[in-house]
């Protein structure tokens, strides 16, 4: 899989839930790039804008769409790599701030 394969798959899936790419169409295929070059690496996709242990179990919160997604783009209007966004982030509604990594510090190991 390339990552127009990816991007197509993955818009058709997480657009119904209300997750957009972010319009930086650059940004975005760097990002999926990163996704699969994890894929290759661990077997997953783990987010590509956070260090990875190679073991799944101790990675599974952070396998993409990660688990602080949620909050993330509920709060901020993004998620911590910007990689989702909401329709509103996208459209200039909302300020484009800094997401704080929600991860724990313990898990980044």
Aim: overall charge neutral; glycine content about 4%.
């Amino acid at each position: 899989m390339n990552a127009e394969e990816l991007y197509e798959k993955l818009k058709k899936v997480q657009e119904p839930k209300g997750y957009f790419f972010n319009k930086d169409k650059e940004l975005v295929f760097e990002l999926l790039n990163g996704l699969l070059t994890k894929k290759e690496q661990n077997k997953y996709m783990a987010c590509p804008c956070r260090l990875s242990s190679g073991d799944y179990e101790s990675d599974k919160d952070i396998i993409c769409p990660c688990v602080y997604r949620e909050p993330d783009v509920k709060e901020y209007g993004s998620c911590y790599c910007s990689l989702y966004v909401s329709k509103e982030w996208n459209e200039g509604q909302i300020p484009h701030k800094v997401v704080p990594e929600r991860r724990p510090p313990e898990l980044n190991k």
